[in-house]
């Protein structure tokens, strides 16, 4: 993880010519027609105006939007997502923390014709004047009287903290106004805020890259030691105070943490004790922020209601490739391609308008791998734990797990008819397999599932089978605890659904993680042809051969049942024979009698005459020495339902829409 | 050249990776420093005070991995202190770390890392094959941490062959830097999974890193490496094992 982070960092850093502050941009809030409201300041005419500009990729990098400093820092960055910081705070810390020269003097100039000191009781509070902004000016006596009444209010509040988070939500509410009423932008357009200076943008203001780079890097080397460099080896300065490294996936404020309990922060030395555990070069400490940065902003992903990184990686290899971030992306998109069907097509039609690249990174598609990392990093929270890391996923398998995915569709497109759902993809077992919500160890499941099929582990086909019937009851008896919502038609999306799962189960048969059945070919001479086609593509054994034919037997009776209903989800009485909880062989007797039973009061045993002596030759053959779970023989009894009824709404959905 | 053979077997192990702590991610089989770690335990050597006595020059390591491996994440619950003082559980606060164990693919099985090991003192040498041997040791085993607690077991002592061999196989795991240096390949079974690992190769007396980070194969379905090209390899014809020590 840590040397593919750092190796993503390094190439991303060459890559825009070691330009370490531009690495470190963000580009989290591009979203359509999101605006960046830009404070200009013009120093000779002593002027200061407020523009709207619509944000783009590029802008993010010449506002240079790096994100607001972390932890209790004092804010000092020209560009920010809060008004609270960069409208009162930010100017004055920045000055505080430059170097003589021409910015600070600007500043200085900044502060003292732009910003006004007021007392909020005894607080101080310094904010910029929104009255000298232009095309505010107009409005200079409406603001100035709204100004008083904010302080006013804010002045009773006794708790000081109270006081002035009173002061900035009513100001900030206050210049949303007044954008508003100046350009029809909403608070809920804007994304960003910026100063410029004289017209320079943050990213042209040479002095201020300094400020961030020294603050960001220099400040972290203050203490350093010589030694080891823990990721590269080099002999260096180090420093173990890892602040400023974004994901906080190596944290210093635990004293349990550090070697021989020697943690603990002093008022001198803040990291003391953790030089032992985890120090580095400088190199090093930029290329893994650069490298976190690029993750966060190009290879983020979100699967299964989790979010994680793609890091793609090279092992070890003979033709001596390194990495690009042409093959990052590539990599990324490729893995993508098994996340969902949009992924995929994406993906293909991508290799079609980019054929030749694609060939070029075919060569060495056989020696790279991706890491997929699955994380939590609730906003707010300066905290980032791994979920899963799944490692070394090598491309190749990636590229197998497309093939047979493709394949899959196209036995359920040539047995049911064509449709999107049959195309299993990642996010599609997901809706297979359900998560319950709000219990925090649920997603493990799924993600151990991912784990399984990408890294080729042999699975447990009765917690699949199990999720399955989980499946079930969330449309039967219409759960809302689950990942998977029943909806209107429930018995159409059940029955699509189950269906799916047996394309789940052929998939996870072609990719070895589960054994499959033996077909008796003696079946398609007494069986209708599509049927029998869908029992031998499935791989289904003799015992789930004869539920399947039973539960079709099922579903007949039951369409029986609701002839002449209004539509397909009226109740089915044949349903409630069926026990969703498990059935145990002796109860598969009994189902079985009931339903020749209901074959001969709903006339109808004639048409199913042969599919009812063929399901009970084989129940009886196999009675004795039952080899599926009570929950399996549901399952497939299910299956054999949701054929049936499948077959049955499509075909009078193609007959209406014809 | 003599060496002495014994694997280590527990549940389960943890290895812990350096550079997370928030969660605590682990590596396929134990690093070198670990394994040292192990072996001055076996024959009671306080800690911090063996690194000199088992560096590079005057130790081989080598391991094998004998079980098909896989890893679960689990949440565990530390004591969350800031300070030394909050150690007594004042705080009343927990910290929730995500632990990477380390799992036989089949939970029924046992994990178990084959350790082959020489050195050049005598005496140490002597003394670790006599506790070794005898299934004593002065601090007990574990695969990592304390609560993946584990036992050894003796397999062999005795010699070892050096030989140049054309597209070995080899059983322990391989250094990346031996690879680059002989000029040779992988050549990749069907079924396998493989697996690049950073980790600390050595400390100095400080217990600062010396000579790492270093990066190592393995093979954690088969737990054997195919290598294409010509090289020496260590052979043991009784136990059909051929290996490569960690420090070559």
Redesign the interface.
């Known amino acids: 993880?840590?040397?593919e982070i750092k190796e993503i960092g390094e190439t991303y850093r060459k890559s825009i010519g070691e330009n370490f502050v531009q690495t470190l941009v963000k580009k989290d809030k591009l979203k359509k027609n999101k605006m960046i409201i830009v404070v200009d300041f013009n120093l000779e005419d002593k002027i200061a105006n407020i523009d709207f500009v619509e944000l783009n990729e590029e802008r993010f990098e010449k506002y240079l939007w790096v994100g607001n400093r972390g932890g209790n820092n004092p804010q000092d960055r020209l560009t920010s997502d809060s008004v609270s910081y960069l409208f009162f705070e930010s100017p004055k810390n920045l000055y505080k923390g430059l170097k003589e020269g021409d910015l600070k003097n600007k500043l200085k100039a900044i502060l003292d014709e732009f910003f006004v000191t007021d007392k909020l009781g005894d607080e101080e509070i310094t904010y910029l004047d929104l009255s000298k902004l232009n095309p505010f000016k107009k409005w200079k006596e409406e603001i100035d009287n709204e100004i008083a009444k904010i302080r006013e209010t804010a002045s009773k509040e006794t708790d000081k903290k109270k006081k002035i988070k009173k002061f900035k939500n009513s100001y900030e509410k206050l210049l949303l106004n007044f954008i508003e009423k100046a350009n029809v932008i909403k608070g809920e357009d804007i994304s960003l805020y910026s100063f410029t200076i004289d017209g320079k943008k943050p990213s042209e203001i040479k002095e201020y890259i300094e400020y961030l780079e020294q603050k960001i890097i220099e400040e972290r080397f203050e203490n350093s030691i010589e030694?080891?460099c823990?990721?590269c080896?080099k002999r260096d300065e180090l420093t173990s105070d890892t602040a400023e490294i974004p994901a906080?996936?190596?944290?210093t404020?635990?004293?349990?943490?550090s070697?021989g309990?020697e943690g603990?922060?002093t008022k001198k030395v803040k990291i003391k004790g953790f030089?032992?555990?985890?120090s580095i070069c400088r190199d090093c400490y930029k290329d893994i922020i650069s490298g976190i940065s690029y993750m966060n902003n190009y290879l983020n992903v979100y699967l299964a209601d989790n979010t994680a990184w793609i890091i793609p990686g090279l092992?070890?290899n003979?033709i001596s490739e390194r990495l690009t971030l042409n093959w990052i992306k590539f990599s990324k998109n490729f893995t993508k391609s098994i996340f969902t069907l949009d992924d995929f097509i994406e993906y293909k039609e991508k290799i079609e308008k980019e054929m030749e690249d694609y060939i070029k990174n075919e060569n060495i598609t056989d020696y790279s791998y991706v890491d997929i990392l699955f994380y939590d990093e609730p906003p707010g929270r300066n905290?980032?734990?791994?979920?899963?890391?799944i490692?070394?996923i090598?491309l190749p398998r990636v590229k197998h797990l497309t093939k047979i995915m493709s394949e899959v569709q196209e036995i359920g497109n040539e047995l049911l008819g064509e449709d999107k759902n049959w195309f299993i993809s990642l996010d599609k077992i997901y809706r297979l397999v359900p998560v319950r919500k709000g219990e925090s160890q649920e997603y493990?499941k799924i993600l151990?599932l991912y784990?399984d099929i990408l890294?080729?582990?042999?699975l447990d086909k009765e917690f699949l089978i199990n999720s399955f019937m989980t499946l079930a009851k969330i449309y039967i008896y219409e759960r809302t605890d689950y990942n998977v919502k029943p909806r209107n038609n429930n018995d159409f999306n059940l029955t699509r659904d189950i269906l799916a799962t047996n394309l789940l189960i052929k998939l996870l048969e072609k990719l070895n993680l589960i054994e499959g059945g033996e077909f008796m070919n003696s079946l398609h001479e007494v069986l209708d042809k599509d049927m029998a086609n869908y029992i031998e593509k499935m791989g289904f054994t003799n015992e789930e051969t004869a539920l399947f034919l039973l539960g079709y037997l099922i579903g007949e009776i039951g369409a029986e049942q609701i002839k002449g209903a209004e539509d397909y989800n009226a109740k089915k009485p044949i349903l409630n024979k069926i026990n969703f909880n498990g059935m145990s062989p002796k109860n598969l007797l009994n189902l079985a009698n009931d339903v020749f039973d209901k074959l001969d009061q709903y006339r109808i045993r004639g048409y199913n005459e042969k599919i009812y002596a063929v399901m009970k030759s084989l129940l009886d053959a196999h009675i004795k020495n039952w080899s599926l779970s009570d929950t399996e023989n549901v399952y497939y009894i299910l299956s054999g339902y949701s054929y049936s009824t499948y077959k049955r709404i499509t075909s009078v959905r193609g007959k209406e829409e014809n | 050249m003599k060496v002495l053979v014994f694997d280590l077997i527990g549940k389960m192990a943890h290895f812990r990776?350096?550079?997370?702590?928030?969660?605590s991610?682990s590596y396929y089989f134990p690093p070198r420093t670990t394994t040292i770690g192990l072996i001055a335990g076996i024959i009671g050597r306080e800690r911090d005070q063996y690194y000199e006595d088992f560096s590079e020059d005057k130790t081989g390591i080598a391991i094998s991995i004998k079980t098909n491996l896989?890893?679960?994440?689990n949440t565990v619950n530390?004591?969350?202190?800031?300070?030394?003082n909050?150690?007594n559980l004042s705080r009343k606060e927990h910290?929730?770390?995500?632990l990477?164990l380390i799992l036989p693919?089949e939970y029924d099985k046992e994990l178990i890392y084959r350790i082959f090991f020489y050195h050049r003192d005598q005496n140490v040498f002597d003394e670790v094959v006599e506790n070794v041997k005898n299934e004593k040791v002065k601090f007990p085993p574990y695969l990592g941490i304390s609560e993946c607690i584990g036992n050894i077991k003796f397999i062999y002592y005795g010699d070892v062959k050096e030989e140049e061999k054309e597209n070995p196989e080899i059983n322990s795991i391989v250094s990346?830097d031996f690879?680059?240096r002989n000029n040779c390949?992988?050549e990749p079974y069907e079924?396998a999974?493989?697996?690049?690992e950073?980790m600390?190769f050595s400390f100095d007396s400080?217990?600062?890193?010396?000579?790492?980070?270093r990066?190592y194969?393995a093979e954690i379905k088969k737990g054997k490496i195919k290598i294409r090209g010509k090289i020496k390899v260590k052979v043991i014809e009784e136990l059909n094992e051929n290996f490569l020590f960690m420090e070559e």
Request: glycine share 4%; charged share 30%.
């Open positions: 993880m840590l040397k030694g080891e823990f990721v080896g906080k996936f190596y944290i404020n635990l004293v349990t943490f070697s309990l603990e922060p030089t032992k555990n985890f092992f070890f003979p905290e980032f734990k791994i979920r899963k890391y490692r070394e090598p493990k151990d784990e890294l080729g582990y042999k | 990776k350096y550079y997370t702590n928030s969660s991610l896989r890893k679960k994440i530390y004591i969350k202190a800031e300070n030394k909050e150690l910290t929730q770390v995500p990477e693919d990346v690879i680059s390949t992988i079924g999974l493989y697996v690049k950073l600390p400080n217990r600062m890193p010396k000579n790492s980070p990066e194969i």
